[in-house]
T-cell receptor
Framework: AAGVIQSPRHLIKEKRETATLKCYPIPRHDTVYWYQQGPGQDPQFLISFYEKMQSDKGSIPDRFSAQQFSDYHSELNMSSLELGDSALYFC????????????FGQGTRLTVV | AQTVTQSQPEMSVQEAETVTLSCTYDTSENNYYLFWYKQPPSRQMILVIRQEAYKQQNATENRFSVNFQKAAKSFSLKISDSQLGDTAMYFCASRGTSYGKLTFGQGTILTVHP
């Protein structure tokens, strides 16, 4: 069965650079979530989209933005990167009407140097 | 708002034995969902088991079962016949609606010893 695909899997950026993380949800899933997991920490919710509209917002810095496109894939754009942005970024998807749990991608490990 | 608390930073168990991981939560929702996720060294987030709050029966998935105490807001995970592959970080999580965001606990590192 198809899973949530995230790209790239690993990314190294310098301070003040920009990064774009991509997420391809499970086919027919209409909701996408982004989470940030720092070293030794639990995942923290950043933002979610339902049917291409932002549905909820968590502790996402103003330097970050995200959107969901017509094909339901989502991108997380991160600008003016800081060392503290180094983390594992997860995308998850779900189908709202079926009341199922969210399925996670394998994550993108971002290292800011 | 929801909060999830895991008070055991680390646990260990011998292979084939049983271990219980603790989790407490707080929520203002009338209906909510509780989960246990496993995160092995690969860092993949794997759903272990889920519980819907309106269901009184405790969820079971093979060697994994939960003890859901709604009044006490407690949601513990029991792993029977522990295997070396169970070694991982385990996160307890809650969700207020069928499509809402997950709130995670701090995690418990479980080590299964041969």
């Amino acid at each position: 069965a198809a899973g949530v695909i995230q790209s790239p899997r690993h990314l190294i950026k310098e301070k003040r650079e920009t990064a774009t993380l991509k997420c391809y949800p499970i086919p027919r899933h209409d909701t996408v979530y982004w989470y940030q997991q720092g070293p030794g920490q639990d995942p923290q919710f950043l933002i979610s989209f339902y049917e291409k509209m932002q549905s909820d917002k968590g502790s996402i810095p103003d330097r970050f933005s995200a959107q969901q496109f017509s094909d339901y894939h989502s991108e997380l754009n991160m600008s003016s990167l800081e060392l503290g942005d180094s983390a594992l970024y997860f995308c998850a998807s779900s189908l709202r009407v079926s009341n199922t749990e969210a399925f996670f991608g394998q994550g993108t490990r971002l290292t800011v140097v | 708002a929801q909060t999830v608390t895991q008070s055991q930073p680390e646990m260990s168990v011998q292979e084939a034995e049983t271990v219980t991981l603790s989790c407490t939560y707080d929520t203002s929702e009338n209906n909510y969902y509780l989960f246990w996720y496993k995160q092995p060294p690969s860092r993949q987030m794997i759903l272990v088991i889920r519980q819907e709050a309106y269901k009184q029966q405790n969820a079971t998935e093979n060697r994994f079962s939960v003890n859901f105490q709604k009044a006490a807001k407690s949601f513990s995970l029991k792993i029977s016949d522990s295997q070396l592959g169970d070694t991982a970080m385990y996160f307890c999580a809650s969700r207020g609606t069928s499509y809402g965001k997950l709130t995670f606990g701090q995690g418990t590192i479980l080590t299964v010893h041969p």
